[in-house]
Every structure is written in structure tokens, then in C-alpha cells.
């Protein structure tokens, strides 16, 4: 499955984003689907996922500010981001794969499918 991210862009604080994650080459259903994050010279953080089909988990940094949301027809999932700070700061990218065990979700050496990322900057 390919992946491709966007809704990416520079925003003040406070302000919000909402960022997409489309699947194409074939149906999203069946994979578990999460959101990562990356500063340079950190290692890559979970954000918010849900492993297929149960509910979604998220960091607790963000935990009610974000919303994970997937719409499986469309093949797409979604990260509203709201109340942003620049702490938010990353390249957000969206990763998927179909063997994901719960104690996994976090884990994003799990993951077989990257999207390319997309950059949120948030002003102070």
C-alpha cells in the first residue's frame, strides 16, 4: 500500500491543522494506521493510531487537542490538530501495516508502510 500525507503547513499557536493520510494500491481496511511525529536528532514519536479494528490510542501530550479519524471507504485517515504549540513542531508522517499487535502500535519499527511526511510548524 502507498501512503501519502499532506495538510502540512506553518501556523500560529493556538491555531489548528488538519492533516490527511490516502492509502492507494489497496484497501485500507484490515490495517491498523498511525500517526508519528519527528524533530531532527529525536527519534520518531507516536502520536495517535488505531491498531485494526479497535479504538484509537494517542500520546498523552495530545490527548484532547488531537483527533485521529479513518474513513476506510475513502481509503484515508485523518489528524485533526487543534490548540497547537509550538511543542508540535515535527514532520508528521503516517504509517500502516497489517501485523500490529496492540504493545505494538507505539513501536514505529512495526510499521511497513510510510507516507512521506508532511511538515507542521507552529509559531510562538
Known amino acids: 500500500v502507498q501512503l501519502q500525507a499532506s495538510g502540512g503547513g506553518l501556523v500560529q499557536a493556538g491555531g489548528s491543522l488538519r492533516l490527511s493520510c490516502a492509502a492507494s494500491g489497496r484497501t485500507f481496511s484490515g490495517y491498523s494506521v498511525s500517526w508519528f511525529r519527528q524533530v531532527p536528532g529525536k527519534e520518531r514519536e507516536f502520536v495517535a493510531g488505531?491498531?485494526?479494528?479497535?479504538?484509537?490510542v494517542y500520546v498523552d501530550s495530545v490527548k484532547g487537542r488531537f483527533t485521529f479519524s479513518r474513513d476506510n471507504a475513502r481509503n484515508t485517515a485523518y489528524l485533526q490538530m487543534t490548540s497547537l504549540s509550538p511543542e508540535d513542531t515535527a514532520v508528521y508522517y503516517c504509517a500502516a501495516d497489517r501485523n500490529i499487535i496492540l504493545s505494538s502500535l507505539r513501536d514505529f519499527r512495526r510499521y511497513a508502510y510510510w507516507g512521506q511526511g508532511t511538515q507542521v510548524t507552529v509559531s510562538s
Open positions: 488505531v491498531r485494526w479494528p479497535g479504538s484509537i
